[in-house]
């Protein structure tokens, strides 16, 4: 099962294909992401902490917070930056965010700008956001930053 | 063996306290002192110990929910805490052990179903800190202090803390199964030695559908019981 939104898959395949080589964080399952990208030439793997990823392809069963993890890709996705504290990297990133204020979230990210700041980010090369609804009454946005740390 | 227990604000009275005393008096049958750390003494029979709440938080933060019980560690080699809202109605003398860090698996929720489904989410917890004992456990220490800036950002409870960060990498012990029961989730019966009452994950988590009973409201069988120890 992938969890990805179309609007997601867009920005992410947009961006990664102009690495050669991409690190995605706390992303869930996006095995065919990775097999794409790697089918591409991209190497591309991904890091996330939830047992169900040990001795999976392409995976990393790591805490890229509290573990020691090497972030040495061209570029580091970060799809869930509600849900942690600031990695460190040296570099350029996406980061992508939403205000959805789920009760597993540290901090709830309300705008590209928010993100800017939180991961100090030294340039900035584009950003944005998308929105969906989630009841009649409440919609959710998210927001992304692609720039470099 | 020392027994520690924290109250702060209204939500508890000094009888939870008094009879929580009661309760080891009656059922651990070895030397043993209990010191409350609060920030209202009031009522609290004299057997007990106390000392400020304010010397268990060198961090002016409203997250990490009971963070205090680990500087705990800080000030006493070993030790066991409780919580007020448990009942301990069975004799315990021979539980405690030597293990680094006890903690309560919450065994009576399935693991798959309640914690491993939404692990990535960051919502699951299968830990419980309410009757926690430790020896030595200066790693625990160590790590927090080294990691606190991180850990107050990203945990709003030690046990989520306990959880993710140290079950996860196989630091833990538990206590075995026959120990602590759990009233609201086992068919509101007092079973095992010790029955855990606590709610505060259903408002914390918006349980909304789950039914939880504290100490004071349950039974009035277990109230009798509870108000025994009061004596």
Known sequence: ?149 | MKFFTLKWGDKYGPEYVNRLYGSLFQCYKKPFSLTCYTDQADGIREEVELKPISDLRPYNTDRVFTYEKLILLEKYESGIWLDLDILIHQDITDVPNENSFTMIWNHWNNYEQRSLKWYGKGTSCHVNSSFVQWNNAEWLIKFTHDNWEKIEWTYKSLDKYMFYQHHRCGRLEYWPEDIVSNYNRENLKLDRKITLFNTSHIKANNLTNEIGYELHESSDEVISLWKSYEL
């Open chain 1, 1 to 149: 099962m992938n969890y990805m939104s179309p609007q997601m898959r867009s920005l992410v395949y947009g961006k990664a294909t102009n690495y050669d080589s991409v690190i995605f964080l706390a992303c869930n399952e996006i095995s065919d992401l990775l097999e794409d990208l790697n089918s591409m030439g991209i190497i591309a793997s991904a890091i996330d902490y939830d047992p169900k990823f040990e001795d999976k392809k392409y995976y990393e069963c790591k805490d890229f917070i509290f573990d020691e993890v090497k972030l040495d890709a061209d570029l580091i996705v970060h799809f869930n930056c509600e849900k942690t504290f600031m990695f460190e990297t040296d570099g350029d990133v996406l980061l992508v965010g939403d205000n959805k204020k789920h009760n597993g979230d540290c901090k709830s990210i309300e705008s590209s700008e928010q993100l800017i700041e939180q991961y100090k980010l030294k340039e900035v090369y584009e950003k944005g956001d998308w929105s969906e609804r989630a009841t009649f009454l409440n919609g959710i946005s998210h927001f992304w930053v692609h720039g470099r740390m």
